[in-house]
Nanobody, 127 residues
Framework: QVQLVESGGGLVQAGDSLRLSCAAS????????MGWFRQAPGKEREFVAA????????YYADSVKGRFTISRDNAKNTVYLQMNSLKPEDTAVYYC????????????????????WGQGTQVTVSS
């Protein structure tokens, strides 16, 4: 089992920045892929970003490309999502997700492939 705990959410104004963290514990592996998803009220959970164990392969949703950056610290079992130039449409609950190896990075945009999920952290961007 792997436990994921997100933190760093909050209420900010448009144009501000936030950094989300997701700490993994339990039977973790540095070779896992990790991703971030978000879900706004009344909408389906959508992919935000993902990276493989080394950070050498990263994927971003078009809506966040150039504004958000996913990174990880394997020594701390933590993945981060740096969010810059936030927009009101970024308002959502943000979830981190963990996928055991092996995996194919092209599939990491689907929530169905992930093995574990965090409880989520709320991000609200006011205009």
């Amino acid at each position: 089992q792997v436990q994921l705990v997100e933190s760093g959410g909050g209420l900010v104004q448009a144009g501000d920045s936030l950094r989300l963290s997701c700490a993994a514990s339990g039977r973790t592996s540095s070779y896992a892929a990790m991703g971030w998803f978000r879900q706004a009220p009344g909408k389906e959970r959508e992919f935000v970003a993902a990276d493989n164990w080394s950070g050498g392969n990263t994927y971003y949703a078009d809506s966040v490309k150039g504004r958000f950056t996913i990174s990880r610290d394997n020594a701390k079992n933590t993945v981060y999502l740096q969010m810059n130039s936030l927009k009101p449409e970024d308002t959502a609950v943000y979830y981190c997700a963990y996928k055991r190896a092996p995996y194919f990075m092209a599939t990491m945009t689907s929530p169905d492939v992930y093995d574990y999920w965090g409880q989520g952290t709320q991000v609200t961007v006011s205009s």
